[in-house]
């Protein structure tokens, strides 16, 4: 039997860009295919990565989740997302009913803000007061301990949550750029 999703929109679609899914049975089986694809995630994580590019409604995505758990395809455990093997089934037979450039977008969303994640949990970054404006302090570390601590002034709040940001994005940059400067 073919389905097809793709005309019937019973979703709010409020924050939706165009692309995105406006169908409750597509939203549920990209959560099962990207919970089968990525193991174990947070709900806030997930409902954040089909938000990024607007994949999803929130409140749908939210929905979705809480049905999927209902209906025994996905458990959550510890504040962790899992897909059952139900769910995986659904996931593997119902893949192509979400459109590849959805499923490929969500994927990599995922995928960036897991690495963000990560990257924020591997190197401290303090926002710090300071007369007239903030320090941001930077630590790097691996394994060993930690290699760099790096304390720098932003002239305000928003300065010093965009040098955060910037550090987050690539730390190893950051790290072999000012460790180059100095052997230079």
Known sequence: MDMDFTNSYDAFDAGV????????????????????????????????????????????????????????????????LSVTPKGTLSADELQGEVPRSVLETATADLLYLQTQQRRAQENAVEILPAENGCYVQIRVADQAGTLMTLKLYAADQAQAERLRDNFLRDPSHVYATVVASLFI
């Open 17 to 80: 860009s165009p692309g995105g899914l406006r169908n409750t049975t597509q939203i549920k089986i990209l959560i099962n295919v990207l919970l089968r694809n990525s193991g174990q995630l947070p709900q806030s994580l997930l409902t954040e990565a089909l938000g990024l590019h607007g994949l999803v409604n929130y409140f749908e995505a939210v929905q979705a989740i809480d049905d999927l758990r209902e209906s025994g395809n996905l458990v959550a455990a510890e504040g962790q």
